[in-house]
C-alpha cells in the first residue's frame, strides 16, 4: 500500500461520514450558542461569588461588632542591644531597658508605638501634673537582672499629655542599681531635671 491508496482510502471514508450526516441541520446561528455557553459559566460561577460575598460581609460584621479596643494599626517591635519595644496582641507595649544609649531613638520608637513620651537617662526630672490616671498607663514589672521592663498601655493616655520616664543609676550604701520614675504631663510642658546623685 502506498501513500495514493491510503490517501483514497481515507477520502472514501470521509465522503461516507459526510453523506451520513446529510440528515443533520444547524438551526442556531454559532453565536447564539458561544452566548449560550457564556451564561451558563456565569450562572455556575454566581453561588460562588454569593458565597463569597456573605463571608466578606459576616467577617465584616464581626470586625465592627463590639470587640476589644484594637491594637495600633501597625505593630512596633525594634530590638537592639540597649533596649526593645514590641507592641502585644492586646495593644500594650513591652519596653525593656537594658544600657541607657540612644534616648532619641527610644522616645521616637516610642511615639511610632503610640506612647508620647519624654525620656531622660541619668536625669531626676519632677512633673507638676496630677498623676491619678499613672497606674493605667505604666507598669514597672519585675526584672532578673539590672534591666528596667516596663509595660504601657497607650489606650489608658490622657488626651493631650505624655509620659515621662526617668531612668538613671542608683546607689543606696553599698547597694547600686537602675532605677526609673515616671509621672505625666501636658505636651508641650518643660521639665524641671537634675543630675542623678551616685
Avoid: Y
Avoid at 451558563?40 to 465584616?60: D, M, N
Avoid at 498623676?131 to 488626651?159: C, E, F, G, T
Amino acid at each position: 500500500m502506498n501513500d495514493d491508496d491510503v490517501l483514497a482510502a481515507t477520502r472514501s471514508s470521509l465522503t461516507s461520514i459526510k453523506d451520513s450526516l446529510s440528515d443533520v441541520h444547524m438551526d442556531r446561528p454559532p453565536a447564539a450558542i458561544i452566548a449560550r455557553a457564556r451564561g451558563r459559566r456565569l450562572r455556575r460561577s454566581l453561588p460562588a461569588l454569593g458565597g463569597g460575598g456573605l463571608a466578606l460581609g459576616i467577617g465584616l460584621a464581626l470586625s465592627l461588632s463590639g470587640s476589644p479596643a484594637p491594637a495600633p494599626a501597625h505593630g512596633v517591635h525594634v530590638n537592639l542591644a540597649a533596649w526593645s519595644v514590641d507592641t502585644t496582641p492586646s495593644g500594650k507595649v513591652d519596653v525593656t531597658i537594658r544600657q541607657l544609649k540612644d534616648p532619641a531613638r527610644l522616645s521616637h520608637t516610642l511615639a511610632d508605638a503610640g506612647v508620647p513620651v519624654k525620656l531622660t537617662f541619668g536625669s531626676v526630672c519632677t512633673t507638676t501634673s496630677e498623676d491619678s490616671q499613672l497606674a493605667k498607663v505604666v507598669q514597672k514589672l519585675a526584672s532578673p537582672r539590672d534591666d528596667v521592663m516596663l509595660k504601657i498601655n497607650p489606650a489608658a493616655m490622657p488626651d493631650g499629655m505624655e509620659l515621662v520616664i526617668g531612668i538613671g543609676h542608683l546607689r543606696l550604701g553599698s547597694q547600686s542599681g537602675r532605677a526609673a520614675a515616671f509621672g505625666l504631663i501636658k505636651d508641650g510642658s518643660s521639665l524641671s531635671c537634675g543630675t542623678a546623685k551616685n
